[in-house]
């Protein structure tokens, strides 16, 4: 599924970068989308399935995963830029699909990739009760948390465009800028990871949660430079989360559900991320300004911490129900 996903992403990328039409860009973007979703419940358990560092190996994960994201800030608009919006898209799809070729050819090398012994590690499973409560926040965080990660994601390139005005006057300097406010932001995860292995989950993440909240709401009025200074250690927070919520997937929920339930909370995240979109242009539409997307966000982000406060257990409840790794 991995090969299908390389290969499938990237000739779709492709196809969009010849298209001729906008509902042939439409069906390219969709193809985008159906196979991008094979990556996280695929990914993320193969990821999780064989190591005593699970935030440690989600964290590195998603470092590379979101540096693609901030080099995507700055090589999409300088692509676009010098060569046109064609080879934004054609050029990262034959990347992709060269990717996928060498997966391929790494699959066929080592045979099926599976061990000979088949042995697995075990653990006490996981109380029933402990997995009712993960599965339901895992239904609330991707929905409020990820329409945070999305709607910032998706808009901090227009958000730097108006906040900076004056100050950068082409798309690839407002790209650039963007690139290191992400860069920044993915070393959060390295750091969340590590902390994920040492300490409990839930003080942590309602510390990550309240860090969130003060600077979107500081974000409001914040211009210029400020703005910069104030989306770093928003985008930090913003980011941070990302591990943790496949962390509570590991720990939480037992083997045979961990791959489906990695599928639902992508699908909730996936679809998430158009609503993201709509919102997040229906209200810069509405006043001309991100001040009110910044509150809806705040308030999103309200919403995830009486979920973590209400549905993840405690430091003792967590020792008590660690998942097997596979």
């Given at each position: ?11 779709a990328?492709i196809v969009?970068?010849?298209s001729?039409t906008?509902?042939?860009?439409e ?5 985008i ?8 419940p695929?990914g ?7 190591t005593?560092?699970?935030?440690r190996?989600?964290?590195?994960n ?9 080099t995507a ?5 300088s ?9 934004a898209f ?5 990347i ?15 045979g ?5 012994d088949g042995?697995k ?8 009760s ?16 990820g ?5 910032m ?8 465009d108006?906040r900076l ?6 798309p ?9 406010v992400?860069?920044?932001a993915a070393?959060?995860?390295?750091i969340?990871?590590e ?13 990550i ?29 913003t ?17 045979e559900?961990?791959?489906?339930v990695y599928?639902?909370k ?10 993201a979109?709509?919102v ?7 006043s ?9 966000l ?12 209400a549905l ?7 020792s008590?129900?660690?998942?097997p790794?596979?």
């Amino acid at each position: 599924m991995m090969l299908v996903f390389f290969v499938g992403i990237g000739a779709a990328s492709i196809v969009t970068g010849l298209s001729t039409t906008p509902g042939h860009v439409e069906i390219g973007l969709a193809l985008i989308g159906i196979f991008g979703a094979i990556y996280h419940p695929i990914g993320l358990a193969l990821v999780v399935k064989e190591t005593d560092r699970v935030g440690r190996a989600l964290a590195i994960n998603g470092v590379w995963g979101n540096m693609g994201v901030a080099t995507a800030a700055l090589t999409t608009g300088s692509i676009a830029e010098f060569y046109g919006w064609r080879m934004a898209f054609m050029l990262p799809g034959f990347i992709s699909v060269g990717v996928g070729l060498l997966y391929g050819w790494h699959l066929w090398s080592i045979g099926s990739g599976i061990k000979a012994d088949g042995s697995k590690k075990t653990s006490k499973p996981v109380p029933l009760s402990l997995q009712r409560k993960a599965f339901l926040f895992l239904l609330i965080a991707p929905l409020f948390g990820g329409l945070v990660f999305q709607a910032m994601t998706v808009a901090l390139p227009k958000i730097l465009d108006d906040r900076l005005v004056g100050i950068f006057a082409n798309p690839s300097e407002i790209g650039f800028v963007a690139f290191c406010v992400f860069a920044c932001a993915a070393v959060a995860q390295l750091i969340v990871g590590e902390l994920l292995d040492r300490y409990p989950v839930k003080p942590l993440y309602l510390s990550i949660l309240f860090i969130q909240i003060i600077f979107c709401v500081l974000a409001v009025s914040a211009i210029g430079w400020t703005a910069v200074a104030v989306a770093v250690p928003l985008m930090l927070a913003t980011f941070g989360i990302i591990p943790i919520n496949d962390w509570i997937v590991a720990h939480f929920i037992s083997t045979e559900y961990r791959s489906r339930v990695y599928a639902v909370k992508s699908v909730f995240s996936l679809g998430v991320a158009a609503v993201a979109v709509k919102v997040t242009s229906y209200l810069y539409g509405e006043s001309g300004s991100f001040d009110t997307l910044f509150m809806v966000l705040a308030a999103s982000a309200v919403i995830v911490l009486a979920a973590t406060v209400a549905l993840i257990p405690g430091a003792a409840s967590q020792s008590a129900a660690r998942a097997p790794a596979e």
